[in-house]
């Protein structure tokens, strides 16, 4: 008898203490830049992780790495949607992202005008045409969409300071959790982006661009205001800044958990209880 009421007592600390417990979870895991693998109860996202050019300043993948995103290698095995925010060399290059759809006839790509023409004038693009989402900032059946059982709302939000550079900004719900990417977008347009009421959208995770959002007070409150999520992992540091950036974050009191990826492949699983 006291055996057996130990072992329902281990049991139940074990339950209490389990982080599975009343707890669903996002796995990230870093590719480079503004490019991540998210997981969630089996599904998998992969945006913004296949490219090339670092300008000098910022993380590429490694060729490896994007030749196991290709191939859907561990662990990448799953990653059947594909997001990109913008036609930039830091975030999108089209011959990996081609021969990615290629590679995988099931899988889709969800991407703005500027990334998605350049994929069509493609010698090949018979081949990958139909797994192509092509947004369309006035037809609502793009801009919220669900594939292969993830819901994906995009928004079309300025790019840094540029507004004639196409950017989207990408909420993604997969497992009753929220997680958002805001691409190159860093905060300086504000009139647009409080018009997406973000903040009552319940945010979990959101990944936002290193260039806006936390650095300065007016930066906090605006994040707290108008997107108000849960966890930031802050993206596109340049790594000769991460140390710094790493520095300026432990000394910010009261604000939103904010996590720093520094390695590709690195990995963080985030919990919440829902
Ligand atoms: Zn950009």
């Not at 296949?50 to 859907?72: K, R």
Request: glycine content about 6%; charged content about 20%; hydrophobic content about 40%.
């Amino acid at each position: 008898m006291k055996n057996i009421l130990f072992i329902m007592f281990i049991g139940l600390v074990n339950m209490i203490l389990s982080p599975c417990y009343g707890q669903k979870k996002i796995d990230v895991t870093y590719v480079a830049n503004s490019g991540f693998l998210i997981e969630s109860s089996g599904k998998q996202i992969i945006i913004d992780a296949l490219f090339n050019q670092g300008w000098g300043n910022y993380l590429v993948p490694a060729d490896s790495i994007v030749s196991s995103i290709i191939t859907q290698k561990d662990p990448f095995n799953n990653s059947n949607l594909m997001l990109i925010t913008h036609d930039h060399g830091d975030h999108f290059n089209p011959s990996m992202v081609a021969a990615y759809l290629i590679h995988n006839t099931e899988n889709i790509l969800i991407a703005p005008p500027g990334v998605t023409d350049i994929l069509l004038k493609y010698p090949d693009y018979k081949k990958f045409k139909n797994q192509i989402v092509q947004l369309d900032e006035n037809n609502d059946l793009k801009i919220d969409t669900t594939i292969q059982g993830v819901r994906v709302r995009s928004f079309f939000i300025q790019h840094d300071s540029r507004p004639e550079i196409e950017n989207v900004g990408y909420l993604i719900e997969i497992n009753g959790l929220k997680i958002f990417h805001s691409g190159d977008y860093n905060g300086s347009e504000i009139v647009e982006f409080k018009k997406l009421q973000l903040q009552n959208e319940d945010i979990d995770l959101a990944f936002l661009n290193f260039y806006g959002f936390w650095n300065n007070k007016a930066e906090r409150e605006f994040t707290e205001q108008h997107i108000n999520p849960k966890n930031i992992a802050l993206m596109h540091i340049p790594p000769a800044e991460i140390k710094t950036v790493k520095d300026s974050i432990s000394l910010i009191n009261d604000f939103i958990d904010i996590s720093v990826f520094e390695n590709s492949m690195k990995r963080k699983s985030f919990f919440y209880d829902k």
